[in-house]
């Protein structure tokens, strides 16, 4: 006998055992959120500090993520990446993926009040999010495989994190999302964007503050 599942399984523990090594394609939300001037907090700390400041950080947005239903990727220096809708409709998985930002930008504004003596400034995040069709299978290569994401919906929601910066808000995510989430558009600021490489130009929708979806806003 060999167990198949742990007794306590995981989204990602069924989905592991049913797809290793071979892997689906299917429409999921991806989110990415990244730290704004990490440059400048990790200017003139010791990196034992700067590893106290971004463990608190990431072990807040994996909070976040996960009880919003999402699936945390994986962590890229200072940012995270996660997928939401793998065990959901994809609807469900849109909500999730918003819920989980405003979540996200709530836990970093009380990291501020648990670190102010520890930070220069307050921290600052940015966050896109877009959906649509992607691979989604185990990855790596010997001891180290892991679940991952490929196809145009992650490279654009990479893109609308970069684009917070140019748009000077939190969160941008794509209209696909915004309206199967049901959100009200109007409230937001829509632009279209373009990702190097790739022929669709998808409209961008934005907000200088957090976005609520339990009030469609």
Same mark, same amino acid.
């Given at each position: ?14 989905f ?15 989110l990415?959120a ?31 993520i ?12 200072d ?6 809708? #793998?065990?959901?409709d ?7 993926? #918003? ?49 991952a ?19 000077g ?37 934005s ?11």
């Amino acid at each position: 006998m060999f167990p198949l599942l742990p007794a306590s399984p995981r989204t990602i523990d069924v989905f592991r055992s049913t797809f290793a090594g071979i892997g689906r394609e299917q429409p999921i939300a991806v989110l990415f959120a990244d730290l704004r001037a990490f440059t400048h907090l990790a200017d003139n700390r010791l990196p034992f500090d700067v590893l106290f400041i971004l463990d608190q950080y990431f072990e807040a947005m994996g909070r976040a993520i996960e009880r919003s239903g999402g699936y945390v990727d994986k962590f890229l220096g200072d940012g995270v990446m996660a997928l939401f809708g #793998l065990d959901t409709d994809i609807a469900t998985g849109f909500r999730q993926a #918003l819920s989980a930002a405003v979540a996200m930008v709530r836990s970093v504004e009380e990291l501020n009040g648990v670190l102010s003596h520890d930070l220069f400034g307050p921290l600052r995040m940015g966050i896109g999010i877009h959906a649509g069709p992607v691979f989604v299978g185990e990855l790596g290569y010997g001891r180290a495989p892991r679940t991952a994401a490929v196809g145009n919906p992650v490279n654009f929601a990479s893109r609308f994190e970069a684009l917070t910066k140019e748009y000077g808000s939190q969160i941008v995510l794509s209209e696909e999302v915004a309206s199967l989430a049901a959100m009200e558009l109007s409230l937001c600021e829509a632009r279209q964007t373009h990702v190097r490489g790739v022929t669709a130009t998808p409209v961008a929708r934005s907000r200088a503050g957090a976005v609520d979806p339990s009030r469609g806003g």
